[in-house]
């Protein structure tokens, strides 16, 4: 029926509304129009041309989201009129392309904006017609209409014709461009998600309805949001606003947050809560939606409101749908987005407030991963589906007994956070002290403006360089321990589900990565089934036994209820599908189906493995120097919490583990790597499950600092810029008489001066080579030369002191001199080494001596080295009374006094003991006392000390086994990296040498790091090993690129016998480019507890990987058939016209003849070659296959453009001897081995092939001697696996054919020799045992007809006995059509080259055919 026409004015906008609110609710949308007819509206036909043109139409596919199905692996298929085109297949639900598809279209723009559009989500796995996901229809029209024709980041809705009942199928992001002859391309826009996730920017197919829906956001309260005003700002606003309160003003909280509330384009703002770190809302936000929707989170921003400027946003938390929402047809397990009420912990930029530039700010907008804790907000979520009620508003408040109940259920319990220091190296920071910070939430941080109430810092210390080429922390016996007291709301219950589900998930991938070891070493095939048997077995009774206890129904959420049901469902379908391996039904199917069915399940099993309700903060730890903050780790609280169940506790929880610490704003810049401790649990918990290592106890100290400044000349309180009696960072005054001892504790013993170990070592610690430097000066006065009375001469070292001549300058003890004093002439100096200034204190030194200059100086130097077992005790080279000397507090201090020192300190410590474990903290008086006020106390935590007993300090010996790596990333433009390792282990490191040019260096080295300390009793370092660092780089001329790190632990020899350590594979990791795997071992020998194996003599300034224990290596020919490329893509704008061939294998390269034009010839001129390397017998230890394509372009220009890996073909292997081969003279060849790698292809499913395709492969048995003839293989010769028909007849121009079809003038023959190739150069590649090849009987190249006059040549073959005796028979020979056809095509071709070609058969069929007359000539 047509619609009753509205009346106008107020009244008929309400009745519009009631209309549109029936429609809602009864299951229609007005949104919802067919997007081409909305377009084709806007579009005046009589303005469009009919005149014909080229038009380019191009859809950039960005991403989809949210598609149904078991999908595995989906790809976006697009037809445009006739033509279609595809991207990349990707993995998941939520794939992410950003391909460009390309479609050229000539048509006038009548016809263009009518051209058909359809946008197809398949899964590539899957088979037609099972394999649509959901498709779009439209036509150009919607980016006609668009600005500039360009339609950005677009959503469009998929739906499944065949299967309507499914309704919408997910959604796909899409940009269009229509570009017209002459113009080019538009950038796409800089949008973040939340810009392109809002409901005005979706393509709704006609007829699919959207339900009306609000989703109801309860905002209780925040906790420890941070400043965000300046004081001095807020000083100004007073002013304005007429408040003159100083102490006011001052106690102010300097940050007015609200909370926005974003879905799909809709955004609700709360009040604002004023001056307060801590505001409370208790306030329901009403966000209005329409669902389904493909927005797939609900933003949550804080904001601090600013009256006088742009509000500045504190933090950014994304709620993502698919972790509070189930979308399922089965209404016990389906449920809409629901939260809490639970706690949100909010991340972001540092806490501290910077009034001129965050340069971590964009941090706080969600994207990347938050540096620091911002602050709690308490949230509820609920979501109502049907029109709002009327006059409801978008903020209202919430009922005060709902939030007192909210409340009763958060109550508080005491957490306990403990953390011991046990190693820390790989230190970036070298100038300045260094000191390490463990916060959670607001506990712990230093730098808060009220202080923190604990000890959350190690001591400062001067990191001390290691002799090679990292610094470490000088901690020795005494590891810095930090524990923290801090109240939370309960959340075990859920902390130990996720822990659960990830044991689980962590125990199915360890046995299946033990199944893959097997794997890869080729173990035997009923080796592998009963293998896999065991690990579906063991992963059964996990899955079984696994403690997944219901939520306690009195506390926990709706949500918790929801997920405990959603986890029951999903492992009750995992048990039955990897039951399902173990039957009959499964029993035919190869075993690798089978392992990938398994690894299918464990997905799923992944899937569940989140929790979206804990709501007490990570743990921050962060590397300090001075006030900065240098680098950092984040660690969430589920790795170390406590729980009584091994299944529910953290897998960091009371166990020594390795933490790198990265610097903020980078991609893979190491701060730091620390080794320590962590445990976090109730306090309850403390006494009971928490003790500290064996051979060691916690001491608890009183600590604080003595300072003084130099004031003229003499050292002073005077002038100071801190405290007489601070602490270390000199923000609180710490007299000694300040400090009283907490309750339950007492003082042990009087205070005690504490030296800081750092100041022990000095910068030749870890070297075995030094230069000794020292400065040779004069001073003149103004005209004088520099020789004669007028001239001064003095002597300094490298720190500007005064030093004694060079002469007269000893070796230092334990050290040897090695050769004379020289003068420093690699530097901007002089002919004689001298360098000028005007005045020493000005030390600007130039090259070139003026006349106003006064000084001057040159450098001598001279190198020792250390003798053997001599390490200098620097003890009295300590300060007796104490001291540490530096410029400023603020920089490194060391234990002389020099000459440009300011200040001085040294740190006072006095021991506390208590007979039951308790928190102690100080109550210090921060002031004195004011006439109208009382002290102000504030809480000052002691310094805590894991110390080990000197007996339990060992010495051990770390060898390291470095033998090769393979797959690294090739880092420079070339494709390959000139690779190198350090290995770090403890406070030592050792460096192996570069191998350039290579992504599989072999190195074969033995690093030795001697004397390295370990504390604890042998037996406990056998079991738990210290961890070992191998980091990998690309040797370059100005930056070395990280290419990966390996963290380990070595096999530890405390006594007894010696047994030599396996090599094995360690995957490469540490950054997001690398790959690869490094082949090594590593020992651990206790110095004195056990005799050390002999070291393997030097070789090439080496020591390599001993016999025992390095792979034993067979002299190898690989012999490799390159047919030539294909579908080779652009690079940089220009066709790959001459690409060239280079293949690596074992640290040797292959090269190949470049191709002249692709286009005219698009193989290999010269096809066959091999290499000679050594590579290992064992499968397992072979390095991978590396195929680099370059293009030779003009002016010398070859860049790399094309990449692929074989990384397995050991089953390509054969074994020969050379003794089994003859020459056709008879002469026998050396009696040396020989192994041959057969088939070889880049198409091979294990490749990975970057750019187009190169094919290349081998035969069987094919070999050639040393000058090049080509030998026949022996006759008891395994056959290798046959390069596959389609490859051979689609990838190169190479034919395969039978001697059956081998014919003569006289009578046919047939031969038993089986299939045999030629390539281009004739080479013969035979898949039989009996083809022998012989300079006898000629056979034409079939492949001429693609070569040049110049590459073809005749080959000659024999024919075996048997054939020679069925030819007298008379056997019919069949005719070879193919060739036939071949050579007719060849003639019409090319009738000059057939010329030629017949001029070269004549000539070579002269003396063969005359010697096998009984054959008669042969003709194919």
Known sequence: DEPEEAPSGKKGKKQKKKKKRKKAAAGYSADVDDASSAAHSKINLETLSKKDELFQVRFIVHKARKLNGAIQAPLVRIHLDTKVLRTKAK???????????????????LDLISTSVEIRVIDSLMKHPHNLIGLYKCDLSVAWVSKDKNLFFKWFVLTNPDEPQDGMTGYVNISIQIIPPGESAKDLPRLRDEEIDVSNNVFYPPGLTLQPGQFLVKIFNGEDIPQMDSSVWSAAKDLIQGNFNAEESKSKELVDPYVKIEFAGKAVESSTQYTTFDPIWNEVIVVPGEFPSMAETIVLKVYDNDDYAIDDLIATKLMLMERISYPSSDSDLGFSPTFGPAYIPLYGSVREFNEIYDQFGDLNYGVGEGIAYRGRILVEIATRMGPPPDNEPAVSPIPSPETDSVMAGLRRHKYHLFASFYQGNMIYEKENQVEFEISIGEYGNKMSPEGSLAPSTTQPCNAVYDGNAYHFMPWGRSKPTVILHSQWEDIQYRVEALNTLLWIDDFIQMKMDQYFVMEKAFALESELLIKFDNVVSEALAGLKTLPLEPPDSSVATELDKKLYRIRQFTLENLINEIEMLLTTKYQDLPRTEKMKKLAASKEKLEGICYEPQIGIPDVFLWMLTGNKRVAYTRIPINEIMYSKSKFGRGKHCGTTGSFFLKIPNTEDDVGAHLTLSLWFGKFEHVTDTFKPPRGSEVAVYAETYENQMSVLGSWSTRLLSRPQFSDGSGKYSLPLQSFEPPDGWEFHGDWFISIDRS????????LKEYTEEVYEGQTRLPGAQWTGTFVKGWWQDNKGDESPPKDDLDCREGWQWLGEWEVDKNRAVDALGWEYTLNTDVANYSPIERGYHLSRRRRWQRRRERLPGNEKNRMKDIDPDGWEYSKLFTTKFHPKERKFDMVRRRRHNRK?????????????????????????????APRIITEYNEKQVHKYQLRAYLYQARGLLGADPSGYSDPYAKVVFGNRSATTHVVEESCSPVWDVTLVLDAVEVCGFPEDVASNPPYLIIELFDEDVLDHDRLG????????????????????????????????????????FKLGGIELPPLPPYDKMKHPVPADIRPQLQLTRVE??????????????????????????????????????????????????????YLPIKEEFLPPINIRILDNRAFGYSPLVAVATIKEYGQYRTEYALHDYQKSDGKSLDNDSLAIIGEISALDSKSEVVNGSAAIGTGEHGIANNTGDLLPPPSNAGTAPSLRQDEVTQQSEVQEFSTEEVTTDGPRATTDSGDYVLDLEGHVWSGSKSLLIEP????????????????????????????????????????????????????????????MIKKQQKKSRKGPTEKHENAGEATG
């Not at 794939?95 to 479609?103: A, G, K």
């Not at 070595?1050 to 594979?1065: A, D, E, I, M, Q």
């Open 912 to 940: 506390l003991v208590s007979s039951v474990p308790m928190p102690v903290v100080f109550k210090i008086q921060k002031e004195e006392a004011k006439k109208d006020k009382p002290p102000e106390i504030f809480n000052m």
């Open 91 to 109: 993995k998941g639900k939520n794939p992410r392309w950003n391909e460009t598809v390309l479609f050229s279209i000539t048509k006038s723009e």
């Open 1336 to 1395: 006898n009987t000629v056979i034409e190249n079939p492949m001429s007809k693609s070569a040049s006059a110049d590459s073809v040549r005749d080959i000659t073959i024999a024919i075996p006995d048997s054939a020679i005796e069925a030819s007298k028979t008379g056997v019919p020979a069949k005719k070879d059509k193919q060739l036939e056809k071949d050579l007719k095509m060849q003639e019409k071709i090319a009738k000059k080259e057939a010329k």
């Open 1045 to 1084: 790190r390996v963290v380990c632990k070595p096999n530890v020899f405390n006594s007894g016998s010696y047994k030599c350590t396996k090599l094995r594979w360690y995957p490469i990791g540490g950054t997001k480019r690398s790959k690869g795997d490094l082949l090594a071992a590593f020992e651990m």
């Open 759 to 766: 100041l022990i070592y000095d910068n030749e610690t870890g």
């Open 1120 to 1173: 490799v058939l390159t047919w030539g490329v294909r579908s080779m893509k652009d690079y940089k704008m220009l066709p790959v016209e001459s690409p060239s061939l280079d293949i690596e294998v074992g640290g040797k390269t292959l090269r190949v003849e470049k191709i002249d034009s692709v286009k005219r010839h698009p193989n290999f001129n010269i096809p066959h070659d091999y290499i000679d390397v």
